[in-house]
T-cell receptor, first 111, second 116 residues
C-alpha cells in the first residue's frame, strides 16, 4: 500500500510537554501535509512540506521531512489542552495525483 | 466571510432511500472533494472534481454519485446501492486548476449520516 503508516495511533501527554507524531511512506512523494481534526469536526490544514524541503515551522509546530528514510514528523512544543485532536498526514505522490490521508494519531493532553 | 459549508449536520435515512448531502464554497476554488470517514479511521476519497462539469471517481465511489454544475457547489448523493452508508462525510476544496490536487485542502464541518 502507498499509504504507509502513522505512529503512534494514540498519544497521551501532560500539558506543557512536547508531542511528536510520525508519518512514513513507501514511495517517493511530491509533498506531504499535516492536518488537525477536532472531534466531530472538519480537518484544518497545518503545514505543507515539499520533497525538496527538510523542515518547516509554524508557531509551536515543527515538521521535518527525511526523504532518505521516507518519513516525516510533526512536533508540537509546549502542548496545551486545546491541542487535543487527531492529527493526519496526507501524502501526494506525484504532482498530478490526489493526496492520500493516513489513519491519524489521536493526541490527548492531560491537564 | 469565506468558507465551505455542508448541510445538514446530521442526517437520518431509511434503508433503500437515496439522500443528497450539500456542499457549497465561496472560496473561488476550482477543485472539490468528498471524503468518507469511519470511526477512528482516516479519510477515504469518494469523488473529486477539478473543474466545473467534470468529476472523477475516487477510491470508494460505488453507491455514490455527484454533480458539478456550478463552481461553488458539489452535492453528493448516497444511493440505496451503498451497502454501508452510515459514516461521517467531509467535503473539501482546494485552489486550482492544474496542480490543485496537491494543494492545501479546506474542509467543511461534515455531515454525519445514519441509516436507520
Amino acid at each position: 500500500s502507498q499509504q504507509g503508516e502513522e505512529d503512534p495511533q494514540a498519544l497521551s501527554i501532560q500539558e506543557g510537554e512536547n508531542a511528536t507524531m510520525n508519518c512514513s511512506y513507501k514511495t517517493s512523494i511530491n509533498n506531504l501535509q499535516w492536518y488537525r481534526q477536532n472531534s466531530g469536526r472538519g480537518l484544518v490544514h497545518l503545514i505543507l512540506i515539499r520533497s525538496n524541503e527538510r523542515e518547516k515551522h509554524s508557531g509551536r509546530l515543527r515538521v521535518t521531512l527525511d526523504t532518505s528514510k521516507k518519513s516525516s514528523s510533526l512536533l508540537i512544543t509546549a502542548s496545551r489542552a486545546a491541542d487535543t485532536a487527531s492529527y493526519f498526514c496526507a501524502r501526494q505522490y506525484s504532482s498530478a495525483s490526489k493526496i492520500i490521508f493516513g489513519s491519524g494519531t489521536r493526541l490527548s493532553i492531560r491537564p | 466571510d469565506g468558507g465551505i459549508t455542508q448541510s445538514p449536520k446530521y442526517l437520518f435515512r431509511k434503508e433503500g432511500q437515496n439522500v443528497t448531502l450539500s456542499c457549497e464554497q465561496n472560496l473561488n476554488h476550482d477543485a472539490m472533494y468528498w471524503y468518507r470517514q469511519d470511526p477512528g479511521q482516516g479519510l477515504r476519497l469518494i469523488y473529486y472534481s477539478q473543474i466545473v462539469n467534470d468529476f472523477q471517481k475516487g477510491d470508494i465511489a460505488e453507491g455514490y454519485s455527484v454533480s458539478r454544475e456550478k463552481k461553488e457547489s458539489f452535492p453528493l448523493t448516497v444511493t440505496s446501492a451503498q451497502k454501508n452508508p452510515t459514516a461521517f462525510y467531509l467535503c473539501a476544496s482546494s485552489i486550482g486548476p492544474g496542480t490543485a490536487l496537491g494543494n492545501e485542502q479546506f474542509f467543511g464541518p461534515g455531515t454525519r449520516l445514519t441509516v436507520l
